[in-house]
């Protein structure tokens, strides 16, 4: 590299360098240490370094080199649960050597969870929170030599603070508790804001997890620095795709001196489309020390970003430069340089009521997981195949749930790409009984963790609302909410806040499997958005076979059990499908496989119920969130979509229910035998913007057409079109809707008639159901 390369501004990415991790014993954590107190640096302490991975995970690293067992499988989980009693050191070395009024800023997206950063023996800082960015400056005495040493400690999780349940808390957990064997009211995870998922979920391992699980780098800049950046444009009413738009700017700027600069903004295409790039120049007096400053950008034609079903999600580039002089010019080499992307487009929540670009727009979603319980682990492929299935499904909007916390930037990147709306949770998840901490350290934390996640988000345009958890009491955390909602509003202010979900208007609706209810009470359902509802199915016998013992594969035993199978609850519901004409499999010749197929058409079954009940109320209700599109371990859970990318049955039947267009039948989900008469209402929900004119809607029972009938469709509407009544034939199985325009097919629809709902759920479950209800108001 030429001396002229090295004065430029330039970034090194953590990825890119050769990183070694190894354990040291394990320290008290101390948020403030007195300033001389070096006692933590005992880096020299490691007995053996080992090749790490960055971004990773201490498990993943120690697995990789065959160091623990996969947790993954058998009780790999609980025997490397020692990785947490101990404390970790991250090291690699710098290649800076920057030039004299140059200066360097270390930028860590997510450490996990509690870490100090040394560089040459030297603290930096110390962090508290997986989610929040740390940028940090390096000393120029330390930044101008050629090998700089860069060493992070990570601590145990061990070393993370303990929940301590008052009095009163205790008598509501035991009161909460009744009936339910494996209800922990109150966990470690109610203390801190690192991933609630990891400390154990219904559908994830105890895993409290550590290492640098986010990207990093080092910037190199001049005297100036752009230390953030914030983009949002909103197009001028009235909204129409090429029309003028005013891109406004948040630069936010870390100067050594006072002095001017000029500032010089590209902004161009950065999806599809030929527009040139347009230029911008600013000229500002810059304070010495930290400022932020506002720039306004106007662009004559701008297109627009929109969800994949209402057009192209049109995606803009912004490069802002920091001069000293005009660019082009003499001595105009920039002190600075940053980039990102953004959208243009316009959102509004009104009673959950979506409208994107000015137009109505019903949200057909799923409830998101983290996609790996060692979060160090995910990345851009993964994201990508289970969005791109989602998209294949129908789906228009993920719901990040609050106990997984912020993906990767690679996510959200492909949800912008992709046209998918994203509701985006803060850490907060199930915090059934009374209150998370009010003590003036954990407020600080959960602010300084909100900010991070509305900075680290804000600029992409598929960020739809902010929500600040999941299943806890908004009204009991009235404090928590106010901090989640201010930074919201401070940090981003152009997308709505829900305080919590469930919440007003919005549903989880959990009658159905935890009530043990039939799947007909799905029908019950009234609230504007149900964001959660599912039933578990088993995986694929080819996924089984991937993570269960042979001799636990069938039958059921206690891996199953380890993974998240809820074996009461799998058989209640599997049986109303057991029979060998619905799963097409002998009775008694393969057990494994047949209650395989029972629990997969269950499931398949009840999302088609509730789905297209909350979509008739089309107009009365605004969108829905299945639970679950995918899964962080082997499991046998919620998810459509298994581990290993293979989905279930259900992903099937959700190809036809989740589209645009759906056709539907509402008829009593009873036994039916031959000769008995088969009475239903006919609909047509049309979440598109157009008008259809001119469709057939054929009805076959069996492939023999049994009614046919023309029919004009509004747009944005849920139409009752018709009835249907038949009197069902010896052998009948599926009845069959399609709707048709000429000889295109623009939706289809089956039924298994065979199916029957069961009955009503053990008043037990009923009671604990609405204990929970009252709980979390």
Not at 334 to 348: I, N, Q, T
Not at 645 to 658: D, F, H, N, S, V
Request: proline share 7%; net charge negative.
């Amino acid at each position: 590299m030429t001396k002229q390369d090295l004065s430029a501004p330039r970034v090194i990415d953590f990825s890119a360098l050769d990183w070694l991790f190894g354990s040291v014993a394990q320290r008290q954590w101390r948020p403030h240490p007195p300033i001389e107190d070096n006692e933590d640096n005992d880096c020299d302490r490691v007995a053996e370094w080992l090749p790490a991975t960055v971004p990773g995970n201490v498990r993943s690293d120690l697995l990789a080199l065959d160091r623990i067992s996969d947790p993954y499988l058998d009780n790999g989980a609980e025997a490397s649960g020692w990785v947490e009693g101990v404390d970790w050191w991250y090291r690699t070395y710098l290649p800076l050597q920057i030039d004299p009024g140059q200066r360097a800023f270390l930028e860590l997206d997510g450490v996990d969870t509690l870490s100090a950063v040394y560089v040459d023996g030297r603290e930096l800082g110390r962090h508290d929170g997986m989610f929040s960015r740390q940028t940090l400056e390096i000393p120029a005495d330390l930044a101008q030599r050629a090998n700089v040493d860069l060493s992070i400690r990570v601590w145990g999780s061990n070393a993370l603070p303990a929940y301590q349940p008052g009095r009163r808390e205790r008598l509501w957990g035991r009161l909460a508790a009744i009936g339910q064997t494996t209800f922990q009211p109150f966990d470690d995870r109610l203390a801190t804001l690192k991933r609630p998922m990891s400390f154990g979920w219904d559908f994830a391992p105890r895993l409290r997890t550590m290492g640098i699980w986010d990207g990093g780098r080092v910037v190199i800049c001049g005297s100036a620095c752009i230390t953030d950046l914030h983009v949002y444009a909103e197009p001028t009413p009235p909204v129409v795709d090429g029309g003028p738009t005013r891109v406004m700017m948040w630069v936010n700027i870390d100067s050594i001196e006072a002095q001017p600069v000029v500032v010089a903004v590209d902004i161009e295409p950065a999806s599809s489309g030929s527009d040139p790039a347009q230029q911008f120049e600013f000229r500002l007096l810059l304070p010495a020390g930290k400022s932020k400053h506002r720039l306004a950008c106007d662009l004559p034609a701008a297109r627009l970003w929109q969800p994949w079903e209402r057009g192209t999600p049109h995606i803009y580039s912004a490069t802002v430069r920091l001069c000293t002089e005009a660019p082009g010019s003499h001595n105009s080499g920039p002190l600075a340089e940053r980039s990102v992307r953004f959208g243009v487009r316009s959102l509004k929540l009104d009673g959950w009521q979506m409208r994107v670009n000015g137009e109505p727009f019903f949200l057909r979603g799923v409830n998101w997981v983290p996609v790996d319980a060692l979060p160090g682990r995910a990345g851009r492929e993964r994201y990508e195949s289970l969005l791109r299935q989602a998209v294949e499904t129908g789906v228009n909007f993920v719901r990040v749930w609050g106990g997984g916390g912020r993906e990767k930037q690679a996510f959200y990147d492909l949800c912008d790409e992709l046209g998918l709306l994203v509701w985006q949770e803060f850490p907060v998840a199930c915090v059934f009984l009374d209150h998370l901490p009010r003590s003036a350290e954990y407020q600080r934390l959960l602010r300084q963790e909100a900010i991070g996640i509305v900075r680290a988000l804000r600029n992409h345009p598929s960020i739809a609302l902010w929500c600040g958890g999941n299943e806890f009491s908004a009204s009991r955390n009235r404090r928590a909410v106010e901090i989640m909602a201010e930074a919201a509003a401070a940090e981003d202010g152009q997308r709505s806040f829900v305080p919590a979900s469930p919440g007003p208007g919005d549903a989880h609706n959990w009658l159905v499997w935890h009530g043990l209810a039939p799947l007909a009470a799905y029908r019950q359902e009234k609230a504007p958005m149900v964001s959660e509802f599912g039933l578990q199915a088993v995986p694929a016998v080819e996924s089984l076979r991937r993570f269960l013992p042979d001799d636990d594969l069938w039958p059921p035993g206690m891996d199953w059990q380890r993974h998240n199978a809820d074996l009461p609850k799998l058989r209640r519901y599997a049986q109303w499908f057991a029979l060998s004409e619905v799963t097409g499999i002998e009775a008694g010749k393969d057990g494994l496989d047949a209650f395989v197929a029972a629990s997969q058409l269950a499931q398949a079954a009840g999302l088609q119920v509730m789905i297209e009940h909350v979509r008739r109320r089309k107009g009365e209700a605004g969108g829905l969130a299945l639970w679950q599109w995918n899964e962080p371990w082997p499991s046998i859970c919620w998810s459509v979509i298994d581990y290993f990318g293979r989905p279930k049955l259900a992903y099937e039947t959700l190809q036809q229910i989740m589209q645009p267009l759906l056709v539907s039948l509402e008829y009593p989900l009873k036994l039916y035998r031959a000769g008995d008469r088969l009475a239903g209402k006919l609909w047509v929900v049309n979440d598109s913007p157009y008008a259809l004119a001119g469709c057939t809607l054929t009805v076959l029972l069996d492939h023999v057409v049994v009614q046919r009938q023309r029919c004009d469709l509004p747009g944005n509407c849920a139409s009752r079109i018709g009835t249907l009544a038949v009197v069902l034939p010896a052998g009948f199985r599926r009845l069959t809707l399609e709707l048709r325009q000429g000889n295109s097919l623009l939706a289809g629809n089956v039924y298994d008639l065979r199916f029957h709902d069961g009955g009503p759920s053990p008043i037990l479950d009923r009671v604990h159901r609405r204990i929970v209800d009252v709980i979390l108001r």
